[in-house]
């Protein structure tokens, strides 16, 4: 204990004990627990709170910014034998077992009014199945249409890891063969006042959050997951979010293009049509590939239009990536100096102070976090992929309004309604709500190459309600 004190003492942090004689024994263990192990790397953790904040000072240089390279869409000019032989050379990555998928799923449904991790959130238009058991229908529709298992791992946090093990555990592992799924968690750090010290977020327990999505690339380490991909002879790791229900589980063509432009980390992109769309832009920095935060984005850059008047900065980042095995490797080796830690201003429970106290409702610290795309400027080569919104991405991050269930919900019908105009299945008016089993259907291409008799045989592949709500 004493040794404990003088190593916080060091680092001005003495306050986290101002508590420790008010505090029984059962919190007396919990918070030695939580010092000790925080205590063992405070000099990197007092480091990094510094540099994020001198980051977070220096802003962007709008001159040494200039719009990525980018694979577009046949409508934007781009070349359709190009994503066509892509597709090609994806499909024979999946079919050699060279492929795995990782979902980032650490986040709990608390903004959505929900009691529990939001993987498990139901999105079923018709069945309120969960985002996680229509995830797994697309891995296992791509193991069968590819004679190969899709190993899944699914990187919780401390918050979700117990509930989402045992949802898996009922759900016999929604399908997929228990030596297929890999579930770990990700890491934690602590959080710090406006004044530079570690938050009391009560009198035995130092506030401490997860470390990000950018935390995924040193999880994968230390949870034996690359060893295990290594193993498998699996060499390309197909990274998303689970909170995106439009996502296309290892996409062939985005594998394919991977491979061709000889990348170490690729990622999608969609073309923004707001200036104030909450989303990242893919750009380059001095030359090097970058994600740039929205929050991070100057009005200049913001707002900034090319010679035909359309936004410059349109490629907005939507968290689906590529990554070879070897570049994990090297990431997570050098995390510490590859990856920066970035701080923003937060609410955090605090017993720092009165006035940091229960009642505040404006920040009052900093949390910290790893990102994920901080690891393109380290790559030696990269690939950026234009994809539509409407068929790839619309995420549920709200209650109500955009990016709410309502919002995906209406993506996914529209979806389905699309692969069936292809087999000349009406689907006229607002009604009725669609349902399509993704492990037998998974694409437009799929059901018209599936045809109408095929969807009969599929039997419950899909789900029709013509009533006026799920």
Known sequence: MNALRVGFAIHEQEHVFDHWAELGEPERSVLLRQARRIGASLDEFVDAHRRALAELEAGLEPASIQPPETVCLPEHGGDTQRLESARERGLELLTAGRVAALVVAGGQGTRLGYPGPKGAFPVGPVSDRSLFRLQAQKIRGLARRTSRSIPWYVMTSPATDAATRALFEAEDN????????????????????????????????????????????????????????????????????????LVRMA?????????????????KVVRKQDPMEKVGVVAEIAGEPAVIEYTELSEELRYAQDARGQLLYWAGNIAIHIFNLDFLHRIAEESTTLLPVHASAKR????????????????????????????????????VMEVRASEEFSPIKNAEGKESPDSSRAALIACYRNWLRGVQIPTSGEAPFIEIDHSIIDSEEEAISTGITGLADAGKAILVSTGISP
């Open 174 to 245: 929604f399908g997929l063969a228990a030596e297929d799924v890999r579930i770990f968690s990700q890491g934690m750090l602590p959080a710090w006042d406006f004044e530079g010290r570690l938050i009391l977020e009560a009198p035995g327990r130092i506030a401490e959050s997860p470390n990000g999505h950018g935390g995924s690339l040193t999880a994968l380490a230390e949870a034996g997951i690359l060893e295990d991909m290594r193993k498998r002879g699996i060499d390309r790791l197909f990274y998303y979010q689970v909170d995106n229900p």
């Open 251 to 267: 996409d062939p063509v985005f594998l394919g293009l991977h491979e061709a432009a000889e990348a170490e980390m690729s990622c």
């Open 348 to 383: 955090i429970e605090s017993v720092n102070s009165a006035a940091e106290g229960r009642a505040s409702r404006d920040p009052n610290g900093y949390k910290l976090e790893r990102f994920v795309f901080d690891a393109l400027p380290q790559a030696a080569r990269t690939c």
